[in-house]
C-alpha cells in the first residue's frame, strides 16, 4: 500500500478488536434477547440496557467520538484513511457503533453541524451528540419522488417573517425511531426558481416541534431495525426560527455533497467488515458439517467460493481504502470517481459474500438463529441507501467518458 494506518489508529484498531472480543461478541445474545423482549410487550423503540452500558465502558477506555475528521473543542480528529478500519471492525455488528458514539446518521450529522453549523447550533446541538446524550436523524428521501436525484426533492420550506414554514412527508428517515432521537437535519426547496442546485436547502428542526409526526416505522426485509429504526415522517406547517438553517438558503445541495463522501467511506468499510465475518462464518460451517461422506469444505464449489470471496473482499477493500486516501489528500471532489466505485462494489461484494454464507449453512442461513440474514438485508439495503448502485455508476461513466473526449482533444481530435 502507498500508504500506512496511523500509531494512534494502530492503537485503537487493537483496543477496539480486544473491546469486541471482551464486550461485544459475547453481549450478542443479549443484545437480541433485550430487542424481543420490548417487542413482546408491545414497544420496540427502548434502548438496551446492554448499550447503554457497554457506552460508559468504551468512553472509560477512550474510544468514543473516533470518527470526527477535524479537531473539535478538543476532540481531535482522524483523517479518512485511518477512521476506515475502525469502521470495519464496526461493521461486524450491526448495533455496536452506537457502543462508541460512531453510528450514522449521527455521525454524518456531528460532521455536518461541525463543518456548516453556527457556533449557537454547535452549542446546543452538536455539544450534546458529541457527549451521546441525544440522537439525530436526516430527512431527505421522498415517497411521492425518485430521491436518487435529490433535486427532485419537494418538501417545501417557505419564509415567513422570522421563522421557517416546512410541509413535507419524508421517509425511511433512519435513526428517528430512537427513543433518544432529538434533532432532524430536513432537505426541502426555499426557492423553486432558483438554478438547479441552489433550490435546496437544510434546516434544523427539533423533533418536538409541533407539526412534526412520526407517521410509521418502515421495516426492511421484515426487520424493524429498531430501536433505530426507519421512519415515515409527516411534516405540517412546522415552524422553526430561520436561524435553524445551515449555512443559508439554497446551500443544501452543496452540504449533502460534502455530507455523504465521509459516509459512503463508512458505509463501504462497514459492508467490508460483515463480508470478513460472513466469510469467517462460512469457513467455520464448511469444515464442521459433513455430506455425502466428507466435509463440505472439501467440495470443490466451495474452494471455488472461499478463494472468490477472499479475493472480493480483499479488492474491495483496497478500493476503499485508496479513495479514503483520495479524499484526504486531493479533497472529495477530485476523489468523486473513487468515492462512486466503492460504494457500487463495497455492498455488491457484502451481498454475494453473505448469500455465499447462507447457502454453506443450508436452511439455518435464512433463520434467526444466526446473524446471516440481518446481515443479507442490511447489505442489500446498502446499495440503495446514499446513492444506488446505478446512480454511481453512472457518475463514473461519465467522468470516463470526459476524460476520454480531453485526451482526444489534447491530440487533436484522433482516437487511440
Not at 427502548?46 to 468514543?64: D, F, M, S, T, Y
Amino acid at each position: 500500500m502507498p500508504w500506512d494506518y496511523s500509531a494512534k489508529t494502530t492503537d485503537l484498531l487493537e483496543r477496539l478488536n480486544a473491546f469486541f472480543d471482551r464486550y461485544i461478541y459475547p453481549n450478542e445474545a443479549r443484545y437480541h434477547a433485550e430487542m424481543d423482549a420490548f417487542r413482546r410487550a408491545g414497544n420496540a423503540w427502548q434502548q438496551p440496557a446492554v448499550v447503554e452500558e457497554l457506552k460508559v465502558i468504551a468512553r472509560e477506555q477512550g474510544l468514543w467520538n473516533m470518527f470526527l475528521p477535524h479537531e473539535y473543542r478538543g476532540v481531535p480528529g482522524i483523517s479518512n484513511l485511518d477512521y476506515a478500519p475502525l469502521c470495519e471492525v464496526m461493521g461486524r455488528v450491526s448495533w455496536s457503533s452506537e457502543v462508541f458514539n460512531c453510528s450514522a446518521p449521527d455521525t454524518g450529522n456531528m460532521e455536518t453541524l461541525e463543518r456548516y453549523g453556527t457556533p449557537a447550533q454547535q452549542d446546543r446541538w452538536l455539544g450534546p451528540l458529541l457527549d451521546g446524550k441525544i440522537r439525530s436523524a436526516f430527512l431527505m428521501t421522498e415517497p411521492a419522488v425518485a430521491s436518487s436525484d435529490a433535486t427532485n426533492i419537494q418538501c417545501d420550506i417557505r419564509r415567513d417573517g422570522d421563522h421557517y414554514v416546512i410541509n413535507g412527508r419524508k421517509w425511511f428517515s433512519s435513526g428517528a425511531g430512537s427513543p433518544h432521537c432529538a434533532i432532524y437535519i430536513v432537505m426541502g426547496k426555499t426557492d423553486v426558481d432558483a438554478p438547479r442546485h441552489a433550490q435546496q436547502s437544510m434546516v434544523l428542526v427539533p423533533a418536538n416541534t409541533p407539526g412534526v409526526k412520526v407517521e410509521r416505522h418502515i421495516s426492511v426485509f421484515g426487520y424493524d431495525d429498531a430501536p433505530h429504526g426507519h421512519m415515515e415522517i409527516s411534516l405540517t406547517d412546522v415552524r422553526v426560527p430561520v436561524d435553524n438553517i445551515l449555512l443559508g438558503e439554497g446551500r443544501g445541495f452543496e452540504i449533502a455533497q460534502g455530507r455523504l463522501g465521509p459516509g459512503r467511506i463508512h458505509h463501504c468499510m462497514r459492508s467490508i467488515g460483515a463480508a470478513e465475518r460472513a466469510l469467517e462464518m462460512m469457513i467455520d460451517r464448511l469444515q464442521t458439517r459433513i455430506a455425502f461422506g466428507k466435509p463440505l469444505a472439501d467440495q470443490s464449489i466451495w474452494h471455488e467460493r472461499i478463494a472468490e470471496s477472499r479475493c472480493m473482499i480483499d479488492q474491495a477493500r483496497l478500493l476503499t481504502l485508496n479513495a479514503a486516501h483520495r479524499m484526504d489528500t486531493v479533497g472529495n471532489k477530485a476523489a468523486q470517481a473513487e468515492i462512486a466505485m466503492i460504494k457500487v462494489v463495497a455492498p455488491n461484494v457484502s451481498c454475494k459474500v453473505v448469500d455465499w454464507a447462507i447457502q454453506a449453512h443450508g436452511g439455518a442461513g435464512v433463520s434467526q438463529d444466526f446473524w446471516l440474514a440481518e446481515a443479507y438485508a442490511h447489505q442489500r439495503t446498502v446499495r440503495i441507501v446514499d446513492g444506488p448502485d446505478e446512480v454511481h455508476r453512472r457518475a463514473i461513466a461519465k467522468l470516463e467518458l470526459a476524460k476520454r473526449t480531453a485526451a482526444r482533444a489534447a491530440r487533436g481530435g484522433q482516437a487511440g
